[in-house]
């Protein structure tokens, strides 16, 4: 398979979001490094990530759901996905820590929600408008709209991937806030690369 069909899994939307230079490490360089954010993610997806289908007031649950969409390419597994009486699908998407996160942080979680929104409109041919994300610290949901806008932003990010993976480009380091809880900041090495960015041969410029 080539990169122009590569499958690209739901959770690269997130990482994009958040950083595409981690998301270009993970998916790209297919490296990746744990630390307590992330052991902390596994644990609260190892509870759901287990198949299974049940009924629950008059909802059908089926945890562990593959989702995919052929029309852009992506593929994935929804935690769990609430089928309403007239097969409307809720998916609901389990991150551990609270809901309470900082803006940017909770709009890269929509994003992989509003992700799987699409792919279950496109298997079931039903709308899907809403979806929620629960957080496992405060165990409390957050309801989120999938709107056009959001949608939107899934397509723009999953070309944008699909480039990166194409092009095979690493994106340049963000060092910013974000690559203090990033796994992978010691093989992004951010400092660094922003010192060398600034230098009189720019490392990041092609033509330098």
């Known amino acids: 398979m080539d990169d122009a069909d590569e499958l690209i899994p739901l959770s690269a939307l997130q990482h994009w979001a958040y950083c595409p230079r981690q998301c270009a490490l993970i998916h790209l360089e297919q490296v990746f490094e744990d630390n307590l954010y992330t052991q902390r ?3 609260v997806h190892a509870r759901v990530d287990q198949p299974g289908v049940e009924i629950r007031s008059g909802l059908r649950v089926e945890r562990a759901l593959p989702v995919w969409s052929e029309r852009l390419g992506l593929i994935g597994k929804a935690d769990v996905v609430e089928f309403l009486p007239d097969g409307t699908a809720y998916p609901v998407e389990y991150k551990h820590g609270s809901r309470n996160k900082k803006a940017s942080v909770a709009a890269c979680d929509d994003l992989q929600l509003a992700g799987q929104a699409l792919c279950l409109e496109e298997m079931t041919g039903k709308p899907v408008p809403e979806g929620a994300l629960f957080y496992a610290s405060s165990k409390r949901r957050r309801c989120v709209a999938v709107t056009p806008e959001l949608l939107e932003r899934v397509e723009s990010a999953a070309h944008e991937i699909r480039q990166m993976l194409a092009t095979r480009q690493m994106p340049p380091p963000v060092n910013d806030d974000r690559c203090r809880a990033c796994s ?4 992004c ?10 230098a009189p041969f720019n490392l990041f410029d092609p033509d330098a």
Request: proline content about 6%; overall charge neutral.
């Open 184 to 187: 992978l900041r010691d093989l």
């Open 41 to 43: 993610g596994q644990a």
């Open 189 to 198: 090495q951010p400092d660094t690369l922003t010192r060398l960015a600034g």
